[in-house]
T-cell receptor, first 111, second 112 residues
Framework: GESVGLHLPTLSVQEGDNSIINCAYS??????FIWYKQESGKGPQFIID?????DKRQGQRVTVLLNKTVKHLSLQIAATQPGDSAVYFC??????????FGAGTTVTVRA | DVKVTQSSRYLVKRTGEKVFLECVQD?????MFWYRQDPGLGLRLIYF???????EKGDIPEGYSVSREKKERFSLILESASTNQTSMYLC???????????FGDGTRLSIL
């Protein structure tokens, strides 16, 4: 079946270092991908999205990379800060209305 | 900024009760969604609505219904609450097809 997954359930990062969060997807027909951040007690917050006709997109301190050949998506966070501690989800649009979400990676920033 | 507001952060109900969860968005979004989030299972789509008075089943609609009488409001109804419906419920909305879904902060529902 189709699935969206993250390579690691947890990631510990030193404050100031760059973080890389990975996600593998299985539906080669997916054309739109989103990264979300979820802090404790809150709903998922949109970070950045990318369409399949792109392989890289940058936002403020974040970069999303899409490799359609190996069906891999990554989120890079530059100069990780304590406020970046959260659960990060990738999501893949599998049809017009449905998003398939990965299980999430918990990022912990060490001071 | 997009604002998706869920009426309750925490709710405790009893088995067999009819439960209403309300969601309002203020950005004139066409599409609205209801998910539940459970540890180890991620976010699962219950129902969605692509326009007023329109609704479609998601992956796990059993035991739930929805109502979209106005564009800004999407209600999730548990017809007869059961303990396995204890969960975090998340509402989302989006402007259109190639736009991200924006989420509310969730309602943590406990069924006793």
């Amino acid at each position: 079946g189709e699935s969206v997954g993250l390579h690691l359930p947890t990631l510990s990062v030193q404050e100031g270092d760059n973080s890389i969060i990975n996600c593998a997807y299985s539906n080669s027909a997916s054309d739109y991908f989103i990264w979300y951040k979820q802090e404790s007690g809150k709903g998922p917050q949109f970070i950045i999205d990318i369409r399949s006709n792109m392989d890289k997109r940058q936002g403020q301190r974040v970069t999303v990379l899409l490799n359609k050949t190996v069906k891999h998506l990554s989120l890079q966070i530059a100069a990780t800060q304590p406020g970046d501690s959260a659960v990060y989800f990738c999501a893949e649009r599998s049809n017009d209305y449905k998003l398939s979400f990965g299980a999430g990676t918990t990022v912990t920033v060490r001071a | 900024d997009v604002k998706v507001t869920q009426s309750s952060r925490y709710l405790v109900k009893r088995t067999g009760e009819k439960v209403f969860l309300e969601c309002v968005q203020d950005m004139d979004h066409e599409n609205m969604f209801w998910y539940r989030q459970d540890p180890g299972l991620g976010l699962r789509l219950i129902y969605f609505s692509y326009d007023v008075k329109m609704k479609e089943k998601g992956d796990i609609p059993e035991g739930y219904s929805v109502s979209r009488e106005k564009k800004e409001r999407f209600s999730l109804i548990l017809e007869s609450a059961s303990t396995n419906q204890t969960s975090m419920y998340l509402c989302a909305s989006r402007r259109g097809l190639n736009q991200p879904q924006h989420f509310g902060d969730g309602t943590r529902l406990s069924i006793l």
